[in-house]
């Protein structure tokens, strides 16, 4: 039987000692039916609410909102820059127990009543995303529940799965859910601080200059650790404000970019006809899951033509995914490596420097027989002396020894050949080797010399480090 106002009244007396009731008004709103509640106004001036819940499953939602608000501490609440109610005590009245909180003023809004644009949907969007950015600890210490993204899909993989096993769900609802449970693109997101599902009559408001602004939160009995979507799934009754909703959460939450939140949020949205149908199965009540039966249907029917996954989305991701397999294959210009990070040791040896310097596996013999070649054994062939003295010639425009860099005919024959080398014949063969003068021995090391002192040079700077 229900409880009378002054019943109600009394138990806030007897939950707060000392405290006297002087005015009691029945309070049903976002009760839905499952609690007896009123709004108690104390000798002191301060409103209270009592609620006593009707059902057990109420009842233990009211005891773990008493753990959820004694866990928001005063640093939380400044943090959060809206109202929370503080819990103020509890009373045995048989069968279940009164719990009693302060009082946020302000009006709500029905979802399918808010309008799109300023006031309602961006002061909604915005708060929600103040929500989402309480710090984690407050959860964790109150030993509140906290699920990972591989958690939460878990836990909606076996909702899926139970349902279908009931033989109520359409076969285009489950094909519909398993895909979007398989896409690990809409499970990339990081578990923020939720409400756990509350719904748009849990937000309270008052006009600021004439604008509809949330004054304060009063449902917490779902705080947890989870998937910010699940706090957003009410969207799906609010088509016309969905999206500004959407965009003042983006704009004020604090965390990167969620691109399927909307996705999953219908998803949560959808599951709550499975989770309603489960209900009637662990309570063997045929009508509770006639009731969702015929609401899945409809729902199947609904979304006959609809994706879960956002279509513009998609295009663009497959339009990318195209531009990027027509763009040319791209070539460096030139050598753009750090030349001192990395040396060929041969290159290194041929210069005169000790590779046992850099590179601790070198071969020293190796490296001894390299140093001490001679003309003898270092035969260059004729067009490299051709193309060493042009070189040197395109630098300076001279040899070491000032005399001017060799002209060539029309026909290609030196006119002065370097190094003493003798004139080729007709039928001599262009890439024989000849024994090197002790002139071009003596250019050819001194331009070694200075190829090792600059490696010596180089490889000082990369020990040292950047000054």
């Given at each position: 039987?229900a ?10 007396s007897?939950?707060?000692?000392g ?11 976002n ?5 007896e ?9 301060r ?6 819940p009707?059902?057990?499953s ?5 005891a ?6 004694r866990a928001l501490t ?20 048989p069968?279940?127990?009164a ?6 003023p302000?009006y709500?809004?029905?979802t399918?009543?808010?309008?799109a ?13 103040q ?5 984690a ?5 109150a030993g509140l529940?906290?699920?990972?993204a591989?958690?939460?899909r ?5 909702i ?8 109520r769900?359409p076969v ?5 859910w398993?895909?979007?449970?398989k ?8 578990p923020t601080?939720?409400l756990?599902?509350a ?8 006009d600021?200059?004439e ?11 779902g ?26 959460y983006r704009?004020r ?12 949020a219908r998803?949560?949205?959808e599951?709550?006809?499975a989770r ?19 609401m899945?249907?409809?729902l199947?029917?609904?979304?006959r033509d ?7 989305d998609?295009?663009?991701?497959d339009d990318?995914?195209a ?5 040319p ?6 050598d753009t490596?750090?030349h ?8 290194l ?14 071969d020293?013999a ?7 070649a001679?003309?003898?054994t270092?035969?260059?062939s ?12 395109a ?8 005399a001017?860099?060799p002209?060539h ?6 006119a ?9 014949d007709?039928d001599d063969?262009?890439?024989a ?10 250019v050819?090391?001194n331009?070694?010399?200075?190829a ?6 180089a ?5 040292t480090?950047?000054?």
């Open positions: 039987m409880r009378s106002p002054l019943t109600l009244a009394a138990s806030v007897a939950a707060l000692p405290e006297e009731a002087i005015r009691v008004q029945t309070l049903t709103t009760s839905s039916g499952r609690n509640s009123a709004m108690v106004t104390l000798a002191d001036g409103a209270v609410v009592v609620r006593i009707i059902e057990e109420t009842a233990s939602e009211l773990t909102e008493a753990i959820a608000l005063d640093g939380a609440r400044a943090l959060a820059g809206f109202a929370i109610p503080e819990f103020l005590g509890s009373v045995a009245t069968p279940q127990r719990f009693i909180t302060t009082f946020v302000g709500q809004v029905d399918a009543h808010i309008p644009g300023p006031g309602v949907a961006y002061s909604l969007g915005s708060t929600l995303a929500v989402h950015a309480l710090p600890s407050i959860v964790r210490n529940p906290s699920r990972t591989y958690e939460v878990d836990d909606l993989q076996k899926v799965e139970e349902s279908s096993a009931t033989g769900v285009r609802l489950m094909v519909r398993r895909d979007a449970l896409d690990d693109a809409l499970w990339q997101f990081q601080v939720t756990g599902g719904d748009a009559l849990a937000f309270v408001y008052h600021v200059d604008v509809p602004t949330v004054s304060g939160v009063i449902d917490w009995h705080l947890s650790i989870g998937d910010p979507a699940v706090d957003l799934q009410f969207l799906q009754t609010a088509p016309e404000a969905a999206e500004s909703v959407l965009d003042a704009a939450a604090l965390r990167s970019g969620d691109e399927y939140l909307r996705a999953r998803l949560h949205a599951l709550e006809f309603w149908l489960l209900h009637g199965r662990d309570t063997h009540d045929e009508s509770i899951m006639d009731d969702a039966g015929a899945l249907d409809t199947a029917e609904n979304v609809e994706d879960l996954m956002p279509q513009d998609k295009i663009a991701l990318a995914l531009a990027m397999s027509n763009l294959s791209q070539h460096p210009a030139g490596s750090m001192t990070d990395t040396y060929d040791p041969e290159e040896a041929l210069s005169g420097v000790s590779l046992s310097d850099v590179d601790t596996n070198v020293p190796r490296d001894s027989r390299v140093r001490a001679t003309a003898d270092q035969a260059l004729r067009e490299e002396l051709l193309e060493l003295n042009t070189q040197r010639g630098a300076g425009g001279t040899s070491d020894a000032g001017e860099a002209a005919n029309e026909a290609g024959a030196a002065d050949l370097p190094f003493g080398l003798e004139p080729l007709d063969d262009p890439n080797t000849q024994p090197l003068s002790a002139e071009a021995l003596a050819i090391t331009d070694q010399e200075e090792a002192r600059a490696a010596r040079a490889i000082d700077r990369w020990k480090g950047p000054v």
